[in-house]
């Protein structure tokens, strides 16, 4: 009888959920810019870019697009956007490529199959262009 309860104390001890502790991982240093020695070398002013909130044109001007450092001169939906290569506004506001193509100088074209845009923006095949490769051995 006692080593059958020796053996249910010890069952129950082992079923019973105990508490880990968890190490809590380092928090991230906060970012420090600094300037390098050429930077400091040279003169050169370096000051960081603005944050992604600066360039909302929903409440501010649409000329704030214009400044340098902006996403995109054309004013979509309150943000700045390029819309010679963003995919959601090709060419204007609004404008969405499909899913296999890509935005190329305003133009919504399939990378996999065009010879003036193969593989990427601007990549021009001499012959023809097969899964986004020039002269692809398929």
């Known amino acids: 009888m006692r080593k059958a309860t020796i053996f249910l104390m010890a069952l129950a001890l082992t079923l019973i959920p105990h508490e880990q502790t968890v190490a809590t991982p380092p928090q991230p240093l906060p970012l420090q810019l600094r300037r390098s020695r050429f930077l400091a070398a040279n003169n050169v002013n ?46 204007n506001c609004n404008k969405m490529c499909k899913l296999a193509q890509a935005c190329c100088q305003g133009n919504c074209v399939n990378t996999l199959t065009d010879e003036k845009n193969c593989g990427g923006c601007g990549v021009k095949c001499r012959t023809k262009c097969t899964n986004g490769y020039c002269d692809y051995a398929a």
């Open 46 to 91: 370096f000051s960081p870019p603005p944050p992604p909130s600066f360039y909302d044109c929903s409440k501010k001007p649409p000329s704030i697009c214009l400044s340098p450092g902006s996403p995109g001169a054309t004013c979509c939906r309150g943000t700045c956007v390029d819309t010679e290569y963003s995919s959601q506004h090709c060419g």
